[in-house]
């Protein structure tokens, strides 16, 4: 099965234009995107940065009236990946769909399952193999908490906590994640996918792209 994915206008693509700024993917990585959300700058700053600080709002603050808009963003995510993957003949039937695992193990007090909650959405009624397909083991550090990019978790030790547990997946893999940084964790899935399923195709679906800001907009502010 072959497919366009790029000619739905909704997805936008990493491409040469973008790459370089998440320096972890190579050339034949493909991604995919649907807002832009810039690091170190406001819930107010632009629509994507609301609905990302919306959708990684805490699962400790379930019980609280904000949590709403967090369920708000998760079925937004849904029905727009769901009319978007509804143009695409036999992607349901032939495809895996599963989310990268999240930084904090399912055991952790703040594991979040909300990119789960996605692709089990998108995947509801369709027939589809929509399955946590990657497990992990152990928590981490979540990398915008990083500190500085020295300290963060790498491609290779993040594969060293993932394992394959189920059957093999369909020759095409759908990967789904929150924000694409770096590109760490989707190299570190797809690594791991390729090493025990060499033939498979992986593609990367990002709710978001980090974007850097100016430093001359801050250099503006002083003038």
């Known amino acids: 099965m072959t497919f ?3 000619s739905i206008v909704k997805l936008q ?7 370089s700024a998440h320096y972890y993917l190579a050339p034949d990585d493909e991604c995919y995107f649907l807002h832009e959300f810039t690091a170190r700058k406001g819930f107010g700053f632009s629509p994507g940065n609301q609905f990302i600080f919306n959708f990684k709002k805490s699962p400790t603050k379930r019980l609280e009236a904000q949590y709403q808009h967090k369920v708000k963003a998760i079925r937004w995510a849904i029905a727009t990946y769901r ?18 695992p999240p930084s904090k193990a399912s055991d ?3 594991y979040d399952d909300r990119m789960w909650q996605v692709v089990s959405g998108i995947c509801e ?21 990083g500190g500085e990019a020295g300290s963060r ?7 060293g906590l993932y394992e394959l547990p189920g059957g093999p997946p369909k020759a095409l893999v759908m990967l789904f994640d929150d924000v694409l940084s770096a590109g760490c964790h989707f190299r570190a899935a797809k690594s791991a996918i390729l090493a025990a399923y ?7 679906f990002f709710l978001a792209r980090r974007v850097l800001p100016d430093p ?8």
């Open 125 to 145: 009624g369709k027939g589809a193999d929509a399955r946590e397909l990657i497990r992990q083991r152990g928590s981490y550090e979540a990398s915008h908490l």
């Open 83 to 100: 009319s978007i993957f509804d143009q695409v003949a036999g992607v349901y039937e032939g495809a895996t769909f599963s989310p990268i």
């Open 108 to 110: 952790h007090a703040e």
């Open 198 to 204: 060499p033939a498979t195709r992986v593609v990367g």
């Open 4 to 6: 366009a994915l790029i």
């Open 216 to 223: 001359l907009d801050d250099f503006e502010t002083l003038l």
């Open 13 to 19: 693509a990493i491409d040469d234009s973008n790459r």
């Open 153 to 159: 978790i790498k491609p290779t030790q993040l594969q």
